[in-house]
Structure formats: C-alpha cells, structure tokens
C-alpha cells in the first residue's frame, strides 16, 4: 500500500518550500489551494478506508530516526486522527481561499498556512510523543508569525502573549514526555505503549505526569485559568490566522487531552476536577462573551465555551463523551473557519467588526448574514448542523457519568444562544439603518465560508460518516 | 601512509605557524585568509578521517589524537575558517587576524589534544593572549574590554597552575591518564584543587560568578572577534573542563555532581534574566551565551557518557549558532543597527540575513527542527535519565524564559517601516550560509552529529 501519511505531509510541505522559495502572491495562493485540495481529498479517502476497510484504523508507517533512543519517524491511523486530519484539511482549505487586509508581501502568509496544515496533520496522525511535540512546536511557531507579521492593531503585544503561554505549555509538556520516557520499563516514545504499560509507572510520577500534561492542553485549549491569550490572539490575528489558531490549534490540546485521559488510569481519578474546570471555563467565557462588542472577540470567547464543552466530553470517559467531544472539536472546526471568514469579510467590505457600528447588513451582503446566523446555529447545537450530533453525544455521555450535575454546562450553551441572537438581531439583521459599505465583499470569502457550510451541514445530516467509526474504539 | 596519519596535525601546526608569520611580510589580506582558510579545512579533513576511522594514538607524546579530541579538532577548525573568514569581511585590518589567528588556533587544537595538565595550561595561555592582542590592537577605544580580558585570564592562569601544583605532589606526574590512577589520597586538597580548576576555567566558560566580564568583552570587542570568543575561546574552556573534571577527577564524582549542579542552575538564571532586560543586541547575545552555558553544565552535572555526549552535541550546535549570530549583529553594527529597535524593518532591507537570524534565535530558544532544540531535548533526557529530574525541570524553566528576549528580537525584526535595502558582502553570506545549514540540517536529522559525539564521549571515559 502506498504510504499514505508521508505523501500528505510531503504534498503539504513541499507546496510550502515549493511557496518560501518561489513565486509572488498569485502563485503563492494557487499552489496553497492545490496542496490543501489534494490534502483534502487525500483525508477524505483516509476517512472513507477507516469507515470501509476493515483493519485500516491501526495502520501504521515508520521510518527510522533517531536509532539510538528508539525514535521513529512513525504515524498511525487512529480515528481521532483521522477525523481530526479532515478537520485540519478543511479548514486549511478554507483559510487559503479567503482573503484578508492587503499586504505587500503577503506570499508569507501562504507558506505559514501551509507551514501549519504540515504541522496539524503532522500531529494527528503522529503514534509517539516525540513527533507529537515537534509538530506542536511547529504550528505554534507558524500560528506565532501569522499574528505577529499579518495581524492588526496591536498585534506585536498579542503575539508576544500568545507565544509566552505556547512556550509554558511547551515546556510543560516536554518535561512530561521526557519523564515518561524514561520511567517506562522499556524507553519509548511510543504512544500505542505507553497507553498499555502506563500502570507501571510509580503511581506519583503518573500524578506529576499528567498534571503536567494537564496544564499544558489546558493552555491550548484554552480552559479557564489559562485562557487570556485567546481574546488577543485571535482578535488581532489575520482572518486566515484566525481559523486557523482557533479551529486547528485549539485542537492540538483537545486531541491531546483525548489522549492523555485514555493513556493513564489516573485519569479516573481526576475526572470529577476536569468537569468541574471545563464547567467553570465554559461559563466564564459565556459571562466575558456578554461584555464584547467586536465580533472577532465575541466569536474568540464561544470558541472558548465550546473548548469548556469538549473538556466536559473528554471527562465524562465514556464512549458517548468522548466521541462527542470529537465529533464536538470537529463541529466546532468548522464553525470558526466559517465564523472567522465571514468577519473577515465584513472587515474588508465595512472597515469595522465592532457589533455598535455594523447595522443592516442584510440588505447589502444578505448571504454573508445568514452565513453568520447558521454559524451561530452550529455553534449553539440546532438539530441539522454537526454541533448538534456533538452536543447531544458529549450531554448523554456527561449525563450518565456524572448525574443531573453532567446537563449544568448546557447552560453555558443557552447562554451563549441568547446573547448572540440578540446581538446579531441588534446589529446584522436590523434594516432600519445601514452601515455604508466602503468595498465589494471579494468572492474568495463567499466561496470560502460556503465550503465551511456545507461541511458544517453535510457533517450534520449524515452523521454516520463519523459515528460509524466509533465503534471501533478512541485510540 | 602511517607516517602522514600519525604527523599530518604536528606538520599542519608548522604550516599554520609559518602562514602567519608570512603574513607579516607579504601583507596581503587575500592571500592571507585563503591560505589560513585551506589549512583550517586540511585540519577539518584530518578531523573527519581520524574521526571515521575512529584511530587512537600519541602524537610526539604531547598530543593524544583519540574520537574525543578528533570531535574537537572538526569543531573547532569549521569553526576557524568560519570566523577567519568573517573577520575578512568585518575588520578592514584583516592582517592582525591573519598573524595571531594561527597561533590562537594551535592552542585550540592542542587544548583539544592535550595529554598533560602542562599542555592544557600553556595551550590555554597561547589561546588567550593573541585574543587580547586582537582586542588590543584596534587603539585605544578598545582599551577596556582588552584590559579587563588581560586581567581576568591572568588571574585564571594563576589559579589554575595553583590548582596543578595542589594534586602534582600526590601523583608526581602531570599526564592527565596517569593522575586518575589512584593516588590522590587526601580529600581536602582534592576538592580544593577541584574547586580552583573550575574557578579558573569558569572565567573563560562564563560560569556565574566568574562571568560579569563577558557581556563588556562581548560588546566592547570588534566586530570580528566576538564570534571568535564567543564561539571559539568558550567552548575551548568547557574541554579543558571537561578533560579536567571527567579524567583527572573520575574517581571523585560525588563531589562534581553538586558542584556543577549549583554552577548549572545559577547560571542559566543568571543569563535568561539579565538578558531580558538588555537592549543592545550584542549585550542580549552575550548574556544568552551565558544562559547557553548553563545549559551545557547541565549535561555536565551528571557525569555520565550521555550527559557528556549531549553536552558536546550542545558545544557544536551554540559554537556555530553564535558564531552565525555576532557576525550578523557585526555586520549590522558595522552599519549603525545596534539596539533592539534598531532592528526593526530587517526583514525589508534584508531577507537573508532576517531569515538567517530568525532560525537562530529560534534554534537557541529551542523549537524542533532546528539544532538547538536537539541539544536541548539531549540535555534534559540526560538529566532525567540520571535521576536530576529538578535541574531538568529547571533547565525547562530557563527555557521557557528565554523565548522571552529572542521572540522580543525576533518581533522586532518583522516590524516597523522599511528603510534601504542592505547589500551583504559575499564572505559574511557564505558564513552566516554555513551556520544555518548547520543549524537546519542537524535539527531535522541530528543522527550522525549524536553518533560522533557519543563516540567522542564514549572514548574520554574510555581512556580512564
């Protein structure tokens, strides 16, 4: 069989150099959307394998690396890898065929979204940690100079931020890895391995471990008391860096939760205290959401209650949560690239994205609107969207683990409902006074958010592309 | 055949020695820094071939030509042609370069070869001298930074012959292979001895209390011959150091674990926080250099053939990261681009050289792909691996800091309005051409750069 994992990662990443070393700005943006639209078809044939071919899930390639410390260049096909490795493809598809601001040299945002799509499939299809950690590194690294080279307004001041708590967690998680390296009877990186004889671990360093572990998805998720880098990074990021940080970062800590509850058994312990945090976090975001007034923020804070939500899946450890928290991450993927496309355009075509300013928009740019309406549908769960199937997985499975207690962060949703209807009814939809439109929204965007849409519904009305695959088993 | 394995370094040592002295009578830059150039790389050849082969003989019964010493002997010679050829581009008074650098660089290599503890303490002293000269002799602007390098090297040279004549009397022999054998018997002076050697060497290796010195030295020399103390002078203290500590001292360990722990933890803290508040690039690069230099102590701390293997790989990966690093932040202030802010709109005058550094700073603050995150990831394991899991947690820490003041250089660098674009003469784009490659390509592949240094270390603790 072909080596499936390596020719996407040598597609992605030889479209990127092929863009460093070549090329103006057309170029650049041509070979971006062909590398992500053959990525594209390449993970919805990994999709297809996974729900068609028995034993695909669990197929894996390995190159030797590092002989002498057991490293391997390795991927394997685990389900949410292979959900994820859409998700990534999608949204990678999506953020090259949206326009933002005009730069000079703006080629450079076109390696730096192919630097990242490299590193998110990199991720998620990677079998040891040591990979994981490498390409973590690196879709930090490319999503740090989005923000600082093709931001807005104060976008040195969030970028620094953004990079100081991506480093803390870095450097978290690699002492973490490093640890279990080296208190696994045999050393290896390798996750498959680790899952299986993590119980001989001392049961305190297993504690350390995933506390630390713990943290540092924390931060990338973001999850409460690590969450001030969001509102920053994502508002002053560009409309690509936006989706991408958001839809596809995000994720690295969510998937890496996934994998930290499944690898440990401390994890039973610690549960009860996840599900508290991520309650927590999902009402404060819905709190803070209420105070904002520019969309970019506004969308920045739902995009931390869905994460609060996914957390309460992850913990619930049970095959409804946590399949619902994947199902969730993907939804939610999928919304921010829509979300996030559509302000950008409004950014380009009204020059503002603040909620006080924007009126009447419906009348101009009626598609646009509605867009946003159904990304706001999708993100609080109405049937026919994917977030629904997801919401409804993570509250059975939140609910039979953890009582009546497991349906308080449905709230959080309602919350979030409110707020947004009324503030799109107050500013989108109102036709009692326009905003002058100051240019043409440009067709790149309606093209792009539309993708997001229909990825959005057809995950939502055909839901056994995705389920089908959970009965094979998480990891 | 023999013959020219066994005397090729003795013969290149003469042919380096005769260069320099030619250069004083054809004063002729070009031809000077082409043949130092071609000698440093028949060295880097000899390196390579002694390396391979993996051979282990005494030369003249001075030098001990081992996988140790050949490791060293590639290092440093890259390293030479790098910096000699920088110092073409940056001193428009290349011929000073062209006299001492030979003779700086036969004490290099002999520190890296020695088999006595008198070899390694004159050798430190003909390493030490031209560097002041070169200091010196660019008038009397330079009088501070030359004055205080004077005094501080003449003061570790003393101590360490101190620390010398402490243990000869228990061993009677100064071979560093015999005084392991067994006869230093009273514990008090050995760890006075110990102490004073680590003392004397920490001045040149930028050990923490021994290291206020470098940041005026660093910033105050011209521009060509930073990268040479920087990335050349450093590293040769840390193999006196490591010769020292691991082959004289093998037998006392317990005493070397806490020592080098407490100098590890002080000096990285000591680098990352100075270092955040600097504002001149110069004075920023030689106080991450003292950070990079408790990174390497971490490796050091554990005594160990992995701790030493990763440190050697942190050697050779900050060796050409700073050389890279001062000769871009010589150029620049060769134009006027000295602070922080000064750097701002690089990127527009000059991609290659905003690229070159980009990856540097980002190798030294450790991100995967790139040289420095290697060494690093090599560092900590070691660490862990020998049960020093706070001074690992530490190092991390440390780590973490840093990103601090190389992603503050790096912001600036892709900010701000452009201004003319900057022409890069063709010997500093080939330089900063090698460190980069360098950097990138035993980032992404570091397997054969670990072979050699865990042979390397493998065979120091294999001559006890």
């Known amino acids: 069989m072909l080596p499936l994992f390596f020719i996407m990662l040598a597609v992605v990443g ?18 971006a959307i062909i590398a992500s639209g053959i990525t594209l078809v390449l993970a919805i044939y990994l999709l297809f394998s996974a729900i068609y071919t028995n034993g695909f899930i669990g197929t894996a390639e390995s190159l030797p690396y590092i002989s002498q410390f057991g490293i391997y260049l390795s991927f394997v096909a685990t389900v949410p890898g292979v959900v994820l490795t859409l998700l990534a493809a999608i949204v990678s598809l999506v953020a090259s065929i949206t326009v933002s601001r005009k730069f000079e040299d703006s080629k450079n945002i076109y390696v730096l979204i192919l630097l990242f799509e490299f590193s998110a499939i990199g991720l998620f299809l990677s079998a040891n940690l040591f990979l994981f950690y490498v390409f973590w590194d690196v879709g930090v690294i490319a999503s740090y100079f989005m923000i600082n080279s093709f931001g807005s307004g104060e976008r040195r001041h969030a970028a620094n931020t953004f990079l100081i708590y991506s480093i803390f967690a870095s450097a978290l998680l690699l002492l973490a890895i490093m640890l279990i390296y080296f208190y696994t009877p045999v050393h290896s990186f390798d996750i498959s391995y680790i899952a299986s004889h993590s119980s001989s671990i001392p049961v305190a360093v297993q504690g350390t471990i995933f506390v630390l572990f713990f943290i540092a998805f924390m931060v990338k998720m973001p999850i409460f008391p690590f969450h001030s880098w969001i509102s920053n990074a994502y508002a002053e990021a560009p409309a690509q860096g936006s989706m991408l940080i958001s839809g596809v970062l995000s994720k690295f800590g969510a998937y890496g939760m996934l994998i930290l509850f499944s690898m440990f058994a401390f994890s039973s312990e610690f549960a009860k205290y996840a599900f508290v945090l991520g309650t927590i976090s999902a009402f404060y975001a819905a709190f803070v959401l209420m105070r904002q007034a520019d969309l970019k923020r506004m969308t920045a804070y739902s995009s931390m209650l869905e994460s609060g939500i996914i957390l309460v899946g992850i913990s619930s450890l049970n095959a409804f949560g946590t399949s619902g928290a994947l199902y969730l991450m993907l939804a939610h993927g999928l919304v921010m690239a829509l979300m996030f496309s559509v302000i950008g355009g409004i950014e380009i075509s009204y020059g503002t994205r603040s909620i006080n300013v924007l009126k009447g928009i419906v009348k101009q740019s009626a598609g646009t609107a509605y867009s946003f309406v159904i990304g706001t549908f999708a993100s609080t769960g109405l049937p026919l969207t994917a977030g629904f199937i997801a919401d409804v997985l993570v509250f059975i499975g939140a609910i039979s683990e953890f009582g009546l207690y497991g349906a308080i962060p449905i709230f959080s949703i309602m919350l979030l409902g409110f707020y947004m209807y009324y503030a799109i009814n107050k500013s989108f939809l109102s036709t009692k006074v326009s905003s002058n439109s100051i240019a043409r929204m440009p067709k790149q965007v309606a093209v792009s958010y539309s993708i997001a849409m229909i990825a959005l519904f057809a995950f939502g009305i055909f839901p056994f592309f995705i389920t089908s695959l959970f009965g094979v088993g998480i990891i | ?132 000269l070169l ?107 490591i010769e020292i500590s691991f082959v004289v001292f093998a037998g006392d360990k317990s005493s070397i674990v806490p020592v080098f722990e ?61 050389i890279g690093a001062f000769v871009i932040a010589g150029f620049l202030a060769a134009n006027g681009i000295e602070s922080i802010g000064g750097y701002s709109g690089l990127y527009k005058r000059n991609g290659f050289l905003a690229f070159s550094l980009t990856v540097i700073m980002l190798s030294m603050a450790g991100i995967p792909g790139l040289i420095g995150f290697v060494g690093k990831f090599l560092l900590f394991s070691s660490a862990i691996s020998s049960g020093l899991i706070a001074l690992a947690f530490i190092g991390i820490i440390n780590s973490f800091i840093s990103i601090y003041y190389y992603g503050k250089l790096i912001s600036s660098i892709y900010s701000g309005a452009s201004g003319k674009t900057m022409h890069v003469p063709n010997g500093i784009y080939v330089v900063v051409f090698i460190a980069i490659a360098i950097v990138i390509a035993f980032g992404i592949y570091p397997a054969p750069l670990m072979a050699v240094s865990s042979r390397a270390a493998a065979s120091l603790f294999g001559i006890i």
């Open chain 2, 135 to 241: 200091i010196a002799l660019n008038g009397k602007d330079f009088a501070e930074p030359s004055t205080k390098l004077f005094l501080l090297s003449a003061i570790s040279i003393a101590v360490l012959a101190f620390a010398i004549a402490l243990i000869f009397p228990y061993d009677s022999s100064l071979s560093i292979t015999q005084a392991v054998s067994g006869t230093i018997g009273s514990a008090y002076f050995m760890v006075l001895s110990l102490v004073l050697f680590v003392a004397a060497l920490g001045v040149e290796a930028a050990l923490f209390p021994f290291n206020l010195w470098i940041p005026d030295v660093y910033q105050g020399s011209p521009s060509g011959v930073s990268p040479l103390i920087a990335g050349i002078n450093k590293k040769v203290a840390f193999v006196a150091l």
């Open chain 2, 262 to 322: 407490i100098l590890a933890v002080l000096t990285m803290f000591f680098g990352n926080l100075a270092a955040m508040v600097q504002t001149n690039v110069k004075r920023l690069l030689a106080y991450s250099s003292i950070s990079q230099a408790g990174y390497i102590m971490v490796g050091l701390a554990s005594v160990t053939a992995f701790g030493l293997e990763s440190s050697l790989f942190q050697i050779f990966a900050h060796s050409f990261m700073i």
């Open chain 2, 1 to 132: 055949m023999q013959i020219l394995v066994n005397f090729a370094i003795p013969v290149l040592f003469a042919a380096l020695l005769f260069s320099g002295i030619a250069t004083l009578f054809h004063k002729n830059k070009k031809l000077s820094v082409a043949i130092n150039s071609s000698l440093f790389l028949l060295i880097l050849v000899t390196g390579i071939y002694y390396s391979v082969t993996g051979i282990s003989f005494n030369s003249l019964s001075l030098y001990h030509i081992y996988p140790f010493s050949s490791f060293l002997l590639m290092l440093f010679s890259l390293a030479f042609v790098l910096v000699s050829i920088a110092a073409y581009e940056l001193d428009s008074s290349y011929l000073k370069f062209g006299m001492l650098l030979p003779l700086l660089s036969i004490g290099v290599f002999s520190v890296s070869m020695a088999s006595s503890l008198l070899t390694i303490i004159v050798s430190m002293e003909l390493m030490t001298v031209p560097t002041i």
């Open chain 1, 14 to 31: 030889l479209a990127g150099a092929a863009t460093a070393v070549y090329g103006n700005y057309v170029f650049s943006k041509r070979i």
